[in-house]
């Protein structure tokens, strides 16, 4: 197995993992779950990212999962705040 | 072509989903998804389109489409945002008059529609 | 909506998606045609950047570009013409506050990389512009009302910034003799990371202001007897705009 | 190689039509939005991996950031006003200014009305 090879199967295994993580943004049940599923997402997308970047060979995809990284908390900060005038 | 035809018929698919729940559902929020999921299934036509095979130098003019397009939908959709919290607002407000007006019944009808609230 | 008329509409879009399907089916199976792309790889050397989508946004679709800079400039004139922003988020705890020192500073690096990387790799002025943009959301979160933008007058000059550079450029080439938009190969490198980085600045402004979601709001002045200083005069906004 | 892409690419479309049809299907603003939030992440793998790094980009920039802030803040304003909350607030800084065309003595009980309900 040629090492692009064993790259793809482990961004496939991850893949698989995320798609389970999914479920627990469907099924919820409590919002906060749903965040967290939608973080942990994040997470290892940026796994998927950097293995794909190795393994289709383009390294533009590094960037990707940068952006990823910075920004993962931007949608969990939104989730959290509140504004001035609420309770 | 195997890969550009599969790929292209999600993107098919997103559009009509999309579609669908544009037309099908009535609150705001859920028709701005349904749009976006709409968009962003011909944005994925056009990717899938553009790719040449693994390997292969990608058609970089739908790319340039599809970049430009990304940035104008999320605009729109906050510009619908926007005005969908005036129009909540303007909403808001009128029900509340109207409820205003309602729990005082007791006032005479000619003034009971200036009279938000009976204590003042 | 009641339920059959729900149904319905899914089957006539069903059948829609069906018959764009074979469309797009026999479009695969048929004839090549005749594409932009190889005609865009070709004219590459000729474009002034070495990555070929950057060529195609900033200089073979450049009108493109600029009307697009356009509608992202129309689509914040409408969202500021609905009145003032709503209120802004409360003060950040320590936590978001280090979170926010952290990323910050990072988000401006990486969105610099991107512009300049654009020239020849992956990247340009929408993803550094989208990404400052994100980075002025997170402040907004954090507590900074305008979303670290500046003032009302700074920010109006912010937002044109893309259009206005690129329209400038755009016609001292045409004073100068050459088409509008048509850029010299000497120079092409140079004003296309000009037009880039003012797109940047402007598309990075215009979406922190769109999260933002109304006016900018300023310092906050007592509210005066008759009308709100935001809502009078409007001829003093088009004016500046 | 080319059947362990093949595997690939069904788990990233099934995966990525599923959340487009959950996003789609629920009624409830925030999990919607979440739902579409990891639509959009997801998305800009798949255009990672049909070798469109540039959109991919753009798209994990404008999904991960603004758009998804967008929708939240509109899902939290609307899940708070159906369940009872205090109401949309004016987004005017002055309340003064509302309505100026209304009847003056109206005015003033506007944010008192509301609280009191």
């Not at chain 3, 709001?217 to 709100?228: K, V």
Request: proline share 7%.
């Amino acid at each position: 197995m040629s090492m692009p090879a064993v790259f793809l199967a482990l961004a496939l295994l991850l893949l698989v993992t995320m798609t389970a993580g999914l479920l627990r943004i469907v099924i919820g049940p409590s919002p906060a779950d749903r965040m967290m599923a939608a973080q942990l997402l994040g997470t290892s997308g940026i796994g998927v990212l950097v293995l794909l970047a190795s393994a289709l060979e383009m390294p533009a995809l590094i960037d990707v999962g940068l952006i990823f990284a910075l920004l993962a908390a931007v949608s969990v900060t939104a989730f959290t705040r509140r504004r001035i005038d609420q309770d | 072509m195997n890969a550009a035809f599969l790929y292209g018929s999600a993107g098919i698919l997103l559009f009509a989903l999309g579609l669908w729940s544009f037309l099908v559902h009535e609150p705001l929020l859920r028709k701005l998804i349904g749009f976006n999921i709409m968009g962003s299934g011909v944005f994925h036509l056009f990717i899938a389109v553009a790719h040449n095979g693994d390997g292969a130098a990608p058609d970089p003019v739908p790319h340039a489409l599809v970049l430009t397009g990304i940035v104008v939908a999320v605009s729109a959709t906050a510009l619908a945002l926007a005005l969908n919290s005036r129009l909540e607002a303007a909403a808001a407000k009128a029900s509340d008059a109207e409820a205003g007006s309602r729990g005082a019944p007791e006032r005479a009808p000619s003034s009971a529609h200036h009279l938000r609230w009976p204590s003042q | 909506m009641n339920r059959d008329l729900a149904l319905l509409i899914g089957i006539l879009v069903s059948l829609f998606a069906a018959l764009l399907l074979w469309i797009f089916y026999a479009t695969l199976v048929g004839d090549p045609v005749a594409r932009l792309g190889p005609l865009a790889l070709e004219q590459l050397p000729a474009s002034g950047v070495s990555h070929p989508v950057t060529a195609v946004l900033l200089n073979y679709r450049a009108y493109d570009t600029l009307l697009e800079l356009a509608v992202l400039l129309v689509a914040l004139l409408g969202i500021w013409s609905l009145g003032p922003a709503p209120s802004g988020f409360r003060p950040a705890g320590p936590a978001l506050t280090v979170l926010a020192n952290w990323i910050l500073p990072l988000a401006i690096l990486t969105s610099g990389y991107l512009l300049w990387v654009g020239g020849h790799a992956p990247g340009g002025a929408f993803q550094a512009g989208a990404l400052l943009g994100s980075a002025g959301v997170l402040l907004r979160l954090a507590g900074h009302e305008r979303a670290g933008l500046p003032a009302e007058a700074a920010q109006r000059w912010l937002v044109v910034a893309g259009v206005a550079v690129f329209l400038m450029v755009g016609l001292l080439l045409a004073a100068f003799g050459e088409g509008f938009l048509t850029y010299p190969k000497a120079v092409a490198k140079w004003l296309i990371l000009l037009i880039e980085t003012a797109a940047t600045l402007a598309i990075g402004a215009t979406l922190a202001a769109a999260y933002v979601g109304g006016r900018p709001p300023g310092i906050r002045s007592p509210c005066p007897s008759s009308e709100s200083p935001s809502s009078g005069n409007p001829s003093s906004g088009h004016a500046r705009s | 190689m080319p059947l362990l892409l093949l595997l690939f690419d069904t788990i990233l479309l099934t995966t990525l039509i599923g959340l487009a049809i959950a996003a789609v299907l629920s009624a409830e603003p925030r999990s919607a939005v979440m739902l579409f939030i990891a639509f959009g992440l997801w998305l800009s793998l798949v255009w990672a991996r049909l070798g469109a790094p540039d959109v991919a980009l753009a798209e994990a920039a404008i999904g991960a950031g603004i758009g998804g802030a967008l929708m939240l803040s509109a899902a939290r304003r609307k899940v708070r006003r159906d369940s009872g909350g205090d109401p949309s607030h004016e987004p005017s800084g002055c309340d003064a200014s509302g309505d100026p065309g209304g009847d003056p003595s109206s005015n003033p009980d506007n944010t008192a009305g509301e609280e009191a309900q």
